[in-house]
């Protein structure tokens, strides 16, 4: 590989972290408010880690090279690295002292807007480090819908690489609009974010927990300030709120933008989204029934917390408002599968994603019509759009790479000396980006700080190969990448 890529990308991720040096910035500012000794440590590694990000860009500056399809992967791969130990560093030394497994795995899990977490006690951890891993959170997303807006299309391994606005092709020309893009979408990021601390600090949260909280719903991160997550406030109309916002932000961003900028309000009938809120809507339902009928929770009740739960779920955010999984085994199940589904592209939720399911189901159905008559010429269509071949063989590609390192990751946890439940459970939220699991030891009224060092390890890997689309990472192991 041309050297020049190496310098270009060190030099990329050193200005990267610069900024991150400069939001530790924030969090020092919070602890010297509330009068936290810990505003040194956030201050300290600030200047250090903006330091030595100042002398990595001085040394590697250079000439940016043509943006070729390689200095993507290289890109998007070595950000999300040096986002994720730069937002270690702080971790290690503020608050609780995590150790460097766990310090890592609660930076990716907000880099990466996962929101599984080993700390416990965040009732009362300083308030400099609660900012922190929210601030980190909401980073993750606005890096997360740039990269499926802009990268991952062009790069052909995720995205809605034949999703057309304006009348212009963003997959072939990723930056072309860049500028009107990003006013854009900064602008309905922010300004979702401003009105979701608006409205759960009039439902009742403190000023501190609403913003907090509004990081990590915006960003679909799960991140709470409190170990009871939401059922530390024990109130629907906040349920109803973040239920709201979850929904909201598990819709494409490139859509939202058309809706607010433009008004059009047909660009809400795409496909993903209709199939995303018709299966929130028919689990929400099927579990607030079945928790009516079963446990003798009254309705309103037992609706309210199954589509705040299975929002929260199916945008993989991870917030609870409780422990859902002892509501009874259909409810375990359907969140188990729920783990898997994911929001729309080009929105901060993980999973596999609806529009992937779209196309799959398309292209079973045109299977089973060719059995009949064999001749016939069908194409795979998404609306009114024709799916290329191209895309077609990446969603299959992207299944299977997805079923393969569920079960591989799977099958290590269990070496690892976890249960059946424990390790399927893990992999799976940990390559949706989801949080909680399924099971007494991670699901949603515990955490992972009783997972050994390897484990905390191998999920951290699964957390960005999940948020980086899978593809995006193992075509680094191919050996014709690194041919020059």
């Known amino acids: 590989?041309?050297?020049?890529?190496?310098?270009?990308?060190?030099?990329?991720?050193?200005?990267?972290?610069?900024?991150?040096?400069?939001a530790m910035l924030i969090p020092s500012m919070v602890d010297l408010y509330y009068g936290h000794a810990d505003w040194r440590v956030f201050a300290l590694c600030s200047f250090m880690v903006g330091g030595l990000s100042l002398m990595t860009a001085m040394a590697t500056?250079?000439?940016?090279?043509?943006?070729?399809?390689?200095?993507?992967?290289?890109?998007?791969?070595?950000?999300?690295?040096?986002?994720?130990?730069?937002?270690?560093?702080?971790?290690?030394?503020?608050?609780?002292?995590?150790?460097?497994?766990?310090?890592?795995?609660?930076?990716?899990?907000?880099?990466?807007t996962t929101g599984s977490s080993v700390i416990v006690g965040l009732d009362h951890m300083p308030p400099g480090l609660l900012m922190w891993r929210s601030l980190l959170a909401w980073l993750g997303g606005i890096g997360i819908v740039a990269l499926g807006l802009f990268v991952l299309p062009f790069l052909r391994v995720g995205g809605?690489?034949?999703?057309?606005m304006e009348s212009s092709d963003i997959a072939?020309?990723?930056?072309?609009?860049?500028?009107?893009?990003?006013?854009?979408?900064?602008?309905?990021y922010v300004g979702i974010t401003v009105a979701c601390m608006i409205a759960y600090d009039f439902a009742g949260m403190s000023h501190f927990d609403a913003i907090n909280h509004a990081f990590t719903t915006v960003a679909t991160a799960g991140f709470s300030t409190h170990d009871a997550s939401f059922g530390y406030f024990r109130s629907d109309l906040i349920l109803w709120v973040s239920t709201f916002f979850m929904a909201v932000c598990s819709l494409p961003f490139s859509i939202l933008i058309v809706f607010i900028v433009r008004g059009r309000?047909?660009?809400?009938?795409?496909?993903?989204?209709?199939?995303?809120?018709?299966?929130l809507g028919a689990f929400a339902l099927a579990t607030a029934v079945y928790h009516h009928l079963v446990n003798a929770v009254e309705f309103d009740r037992a609706l309210t917390h199954a589509f705040f739960n299975f929002s929260s779920l199916l945008s993989t955010t991870g917030f609870a408002s409780e422990d859902y999984t002892l509501w009874g085994p259909f409810v375990v199940m359907a969140a188990f599968f729920a783990t898997f589904m994911g929001g729309c592209s080009g929105s901060t939720a993980g999973g596999i994603k609806s529009y992937r399911f779209v196309i799959l189901a398309n292209i079973?159905?045109?299977?089973?019509?060719?059995?009949?008559?064999?001749?016939?010429?069908?194409?795979?269509?998404?609306?009114?759009?024709?799916?290329?071949?191209?895309?077609?063989?990446?969603?299959?590609?992207?299944?299977?790479?997805?079923?393969?390192?569920?079960?591989?990751?799977?099958?290590?946890?269990s070496a690892f000396g976890y249960d059946f439940l424990t390790a399927t459970s893990s992999v799976i939220t940990a390559l949706s980006n989801v949080g909680p699991g399924v099971g007494e030891v991670i699901g949603p009224a515990g955490n992972f700080s009783t997972m050994n060092e390897p484990a905390l390890y191998l999920l951290s890997l699964m957390m960005l190969l999940g948020r980086l689309e899978v593809l995006t990472v193992l075509v680094l192991l191919m050996p014709v990448f690194w041919r020059t």
Request: proline share 6%.
């Open 1 to 22: 590989m041309n050297a020049s890529l190496f310098r270009f990308s060190i030099y990329i991720a050193a200005i990267c972290g610069l900024y991150l040096a400069t």
């Open 160 to 164: 809605m690489s034949f999703f057309k």
């Open 364 to 413: 079973v159905v045109i299977g089973l019509k060719k059995l009949i008559y064999p001749s016939a010429v069908y194409s795979v269509r998404y609306g009114r759009q024709t799916v290329e071949p191209e895309t077609q063989r990446t969603v299959f590609l992207f299944f299977s790479a997805y079923l393969f390192l569920w079960v591989v990751g799977s099958m290590a946890m």
């Open 172 to 188: 072939d020309k990723p930056f072309a609009r860049l500028a009107t893009f990003t006013r854009a979408f900064f602008g309905i």
């Open 265 to 279: 309000l047909d660009s809400l009938r795409d496909p993903q989204i209709v199939v995303f809120l018709g299966y």
């Open 61 to 112: 500056r250079c000439p940016p090279p043509v943006f070729t399809k390689r200095l993507g992967f290289l890109l998007v791969n070595l950000l999300w690295a040096v986002f994720s130990l730069v937002g270690a560093v702080p971790l290690m030394f503020a608050g609780p002292g995590l150790t460097f497994p766990q310090a890592l795995f609660e930076a990716i899990s907000g880099i990466t």
